[in-house]
């Protein structure tokens, strides 16, 4: 429920983006994007730093989009997300010895540290190649191929890897399909946690 929350902005982006135009679709990004935040305060919860950053930088390069009537900038935003989803997985890892990766998967998996650390590194260039991937597309096809590719194509790219990711380590896993399918459920959590607060015991810290 928690991913499909996430992605609530973007199907109503996709949706006015068709039906309108694209800076409606930005202006109901930001809408939608800010009722995230409220839904938080009305629950009366912390808000989780990867929705403040995700604000921000809708809020700035949305703006942009809108007051200079330009959609190079909504277009930019997308890379420059995944690749502070790629910097916060390197720097976390290099400079702070966490891995980001290993807190949100090891209650589903137990793998050795030297494969724990390749899948922080997978994760890491598979976010630094959508936003490569997403600048190309934006800037070499037409806005139409650009929404479609940043709801459907990103989004399936990211499913995909993540199944892909866990269907490659099923050997470190129980025969219990119930743990397979949770690992696949937290895996795909990545794409909408990787930035927010490490989760080390879910009882004691909460995002």
């Not at 939608?32 to 839904?39: F, P, V």
């Not at 912390?46 to 809108?66: C, D, E, M």
């Not at 959609?71 to 290099?94: C, G, P, Q």
């Not at 702070?96 to 390749?118: A, G, M, R, V, Y």
Request: hydrophobic share 55%; with cysteine.
């Amino acid at each position: 429920m928690h991913a499909i929350f996430e992605y609530i902005p973007l199907v109503i982006f996709f949706i006015v983006s068709k039906f309108v135009d694209i800076y409606w679709a930005t202006a109901s990004l930001i809408l939608t994007s800010a009722l995230q935040i409220l839904y938080y305060f009305l629950k009366k919860e912390k808000v989780p730093t990867r929705n403040w950053i995700f604000f921000a930088l809708i809020v700035v390069f949305g703006g942009l989009t809108i007051f200079l009537h330009d959609d190079v900038f909504i277009k930019w935003k997308v890379t420059i997300i995944n690749e502070i989803f790629a910097i916060a997985l390197l720097v976390s890892y290099y400079g702070f010895n966490k891995n980001i990766i290993k807190q949100f998967l090891s209650e589903s998996i137990s793998l050795p540290d030297p494969i724990w650390t390749k899948l922080n590194l997978a994760w890491a260039f598979f976010f630094a190649f959508c936003g490569v991937l997403n600048w190309y597309i934006a800037f070499n096809f037409d806005l139409e191929t650009w929404v479609n590719f940043k709801v459907f194509g990103l989004t399936g790219l990211m499913f995909a890897f993540s199944i892909i990711t866990i269907l490659s380590l099923s050997k470190y896993m129980t025969d219990d399909k119930d743990d397979i399918s949770d690992a696949i459920e937290d895996s795909v959590e990545i794409t909408s946690n990787v930035i927010s607060k490490p989760q080390h015991n879910k009882d004691n810290d909460k995002i």
